[in-house]
């Protein structure tokens, strides 16, 4: 062994960046307003986990004119993480932050129809997976609209600082892909980045053109995995909110 190498048992340099391994999400509080009743439990899916389509989704924004470094724009993403979204996707990151192995809650709502704005609801959130001065990323958990991860980062491209957003993805079970496919998912998928890109160039002064680049890399359906449906936190958050009065009555009882 050189001077320079680990011991085979020391853990890599960058160990503290990454999300200790957890069989399922554990939530005890969540910040006002969102719900985490679709997350605590949940175990966290990769794309091997998915039904649909494998796609490979990648945005992003050059922030031509501004003198700044990747380090301070992730930086900058990270603590406005909320604020870079539309007005129909709320997220809410837990008080540490985005940090390993912190949940980012999210509220947001999906099309019912291609061009329709988001009607019916979802309540989901993601784990921080990794993250460094430069970069990133979220896993989703059962139930999620798509199963995989989704990479924030910034990197020096020809003297600009360029921000990015890359998703390896799949619908999680028939109704998302059918969604995906039909209702309006694709789109409304891509109005998400764009939109937080747009936003995030806005911050530094930027009205930037986002770039998007879309493949498939597996064209086929994983009919094995249509079970998610039963995760499924579009149906679950319709329910929950259908049983809002009854709670409130059941509450009132017990006073």
């Not at 999210?106 to 061009?115: A, F, N, R, Y």
Request: hydrophobic share 40%; charged share 20%; no cysteine.
């Amino acid at each position: 062994m050189d001077a320079t190498s680990e011991p085979r048992d020391a853990p890599p340099r960058d160990a503290a960046n990454w999300a200790q391994p957890i069989s399922k999400l554990k939530v005890s509080d969540a910040p006002t307003g969102a719900i985490h009743s679709n997350l605590d439990g949940r175990q966290v899916t990769s794309p091997l986990q998915g039904f649909g389509r494998l796609w490979r989704r990648t945005y992003r924004v050059r922030l031509s004119g501004v003198q700044t470094t990747p380090a301070h724009v992730v930086k900058e993403w990270k603590e406005n993480l909320g604020k870079f979204q539309m007005p129909n996707n709320h997220f809410y990151p837990s008080l540490a932050g985005v940090k390993p192995g912190e949940v980012v809650f999210i509220d947001s709502t999906l099309p019912v129809w291609p061009g329709s704005p988001g009607i019916v609801p979802v309540s989901v959130g993601v784990l921080v997976l990794y993250a460094d001065d430069e970069m990133f990323t979220v896993m989703t958990p059962e139930g999620h609209p798509v199963s995989g991860w989704n990479t924030f980062s910034a990197y020096e491209e020809d003297g600009s600082t360029v921000a990015q957003v890359q998703a390896l993805i799949r619908a999680s079970d028939p109704i998302y892909e059918f969604g995906y496919r039909f209702m309006g998912g694709e789109d409304a998928e891509d109005k998400v980045w764009i939109g937080a890109l747009d936003a995030l160039a806005a911050h530094w002064g930027v009205k930037g053109q986002v770039q998007v680049q879309k493949s498939i890399l597996d064209p086929e359906i994983q009919w094995s995995e249509w079970k998610n449906i039963w995760r499924n936190a579009a149906i679950r958050t319709t329910l929950y909110l259908l049983a809002s009065p009854l709670r409130w009555v059941s509450q009132l009882f017990k006073r």
